[in-house]
């Protein structure tokens, strides 16, 4: 019985290790909303101290969870960070205070699993409107 738990322990250390190796550090990104398609955000291959080729052999790709629309894509040839598609912070994240979208970088062969966020800053593409364009107040002085 001691046996098959020390078994079990040294295939969860096993396991431990193994994510830990999979699993890096986070890349930070911040882009403006409604930048149009194809404008750079990063470098991920520069961030992540990757040659081209590699990135590329790795099949490195950008997937958000729980999400069908594409943001962000990886240009193979640079290993730039794109804007693939329309970012609008308002329609993501609404009266939040801050738009942050996480997505993960997966590169094959062997599996490495890079988290990424990508702070949204707002443009002020909705200024406020008002029922009236002008009012008129008249605040009189009093001397008591």
Request: aromatic share 6%; with cysteine.
């Amino acid at each position: 019985m001691a046996h098959l738990l020390r078994i079990a322990e040294i295939w969860g250390l096993v396991f431990v290790f193994f994510v830990l190796h999979c699993a890096h550090g986070e890349l930070t990104y911040t882009v403006q909303e409604e930048l149009k398609h194809g404008s750079v955000i990063g470098n991920v291959a520069k961030d992540l101290g990757m040659d081209l080729g590699r990135l590329s052999a790795r099949k490195a790709r950008v997937e958000m969870e729980g999400n069908d629309k594409v943001y962000v894509g990886i240009n193979m040839g640079s290993g730039s960070l794109m804007v693939a598609g329309r970012i609008d912070r308002e329609e993501l994240c609404g009266e939040k205070p801050t738009c942050v979208l996480k997505f993960d970088l997966l590169l094959e062969n062997p599996l490495e699993l890079h988290r990424m966020s990508v702070q949204v800053q707002d443009i002020n593409d909705n200024p406020p409107i008002f029922p009236k364009g002008e009012i008129r107040l008249e605040i009189t002085e009093s001397a008591d």
